[in-house]
């Protein structure tokens, strides 16, 4: 019984433990790499924009069948 709430108590723990690691791991992006993050994601949303707005082009004559 002891063993069981042992190992539930350091689930937490561990938990904390590993969250702190990984934060003072963490960098924040220097300037050169927030712009390619920054440019990546512009591409993405016009890439998914544009890929939206030819399907929407392409369903809009068959709903007018419809």
């Known amino acids: 019984m002891a063993d069981q709430f042992k190992d539930l108590a350091d ?16 960098t924040k992006p220097d300037k050169r790499e927030f712009i390619k993050i920054s440019q990546a994601v ?3 949303f016009v890439v998914m924009g544009a890929i939206g707005y ?7 004559p068959f709903s007018r069948f419809l």
């Not at 689930?11 to 433990?17: E, G, K, M, T, V």
Request: with cysteine; proline share 4%; hydrophobic share 35%.
């Open 11 to 26: 689930i937490p723990r561990d938990f904390l433990r590993d969250g702190t690691q990984f934060l003072n791991r963490c």
């Open 42 to 44: 512009g591409i993405g």
């Open 54 to 60: 030819v399907v929407k082009l392409s369903t809009d």
